[in-house]
Antibody
Framework: EVQLVESGGGLAQPGRSLRLSCAAS????????MHWVRQAPGKGLEWVSG????????GYAASVKGRFTISRDNAKNSLFLQMNSLREEDTALYYC??????????????WGQGTLVTVSS | SALTQPASVSGSPGQSITISCTGA?????????VSWFQQHPGRAPRLLIY???KRPSGVSNRFSGSKSGNTATLTISGLQAEDEAGYYC???????????FGSGTKVTVL
């Protein structure tokens, strides 16, 4: 069974940075695009960022563009999200999500359990 | 902009219910790119339907996806207590790796 385990969440002050990681296993990591999706407390799902299998293309939601950077290390079966200039509205549970295809544009077939990011002074 | 879903839908055990998913501002949703997720409180979302009407292995055939006009629809047949959860539609937005989710629907089993 596909495993996606997020880490790196925690409490950060506004303007500071956090780096999220996702360890993937039980599938061929470099055969699929990957994404980050977040969910603010009591709210709905919001796509944050995605990256193709070979990192050639990345995409960001307008709300995080210019502040967040997605990356991956296929040799280590890992996905990352560098979050800079954090805002209180970035407070959310961040999910690592597997795409069903190489380049994105397919659908999300597996989700991790999430890592909680809280931005507060 | 988020896709539009009803905030809540309810039904009695054994009944069928439907959840609609409409493009922003009442616009067209690309049916072939629509997927549906179920989320129980405190749990991660689970894929129910992809590419409009396809079911992954392991998902009950009580869940089905369809299209009506400009709207994608999730139908839950034979409603059970365990179906009480949040449901989200999602669609690829057409730009590289970009997606949009629906506003979410809370299903209550009476």
């Amino acid at each position: 069974e596909v495993q996606l385990v997020e880490s790196g969440g925690g409490l950060a002050q506004p303007g500071r940075s956090l780096r999220l990681s996702c360890a993937a296993s039980e599938f061929t990591f470099d055969d699929f695009a990957m994404h980050w999706v977040r969910q603010a407390p009591g709210k709905g799902l919001e796509w944050v960022s995605g990256i193709t299998w070979n990192s050639d293309f990345v995409g960001y939601a307008a709300s995080v563009k210019g502040r967040f950077t997605i990356s991956r290390d296929n040799a280590k079966n890992s996905l990352f999200l560098q979050m800079n200039s954090l805002r209180e509205e970035d407070t959310a549970l961040y999910y690592c999500v597997k795409d069903a295809g190489l380049y994105g544009g397919d659908y999300f077939d597996y989700w991790g359990q999430g890592t909680l990011v809280t931005v507060s002074s | 902009s988020a896709l539009t879903q009803p905030a809540s839908v309810s039904g009695s055990p054994g009944q069928s219910i439907t959840i609609s998913c409409t493009g922003a501002g009442g616009g067209v949703v690309n049916y072939n790119l629509v997927s549906w997720f179920q989320q129980h409180p405190g749990r991660a979302p689970r894929l129910l339907i992809y590419e409009g009407a396809k079911r992954p292995s392991g998902v009950s055939n009580r869940f089905s996806g369809s299209k009506s006009g400009n709207t994608a629809t999730l139908t839950i047949s034979g409603l059970q207590a365990e179906d009480e959860a949040g449901y989200y539609c999602c669609s690829f937005a057409g730009t590289s790796t970009s997606y949009v989710f629906g506003s979410g629907t809370k299903v209550t089993v009476l």
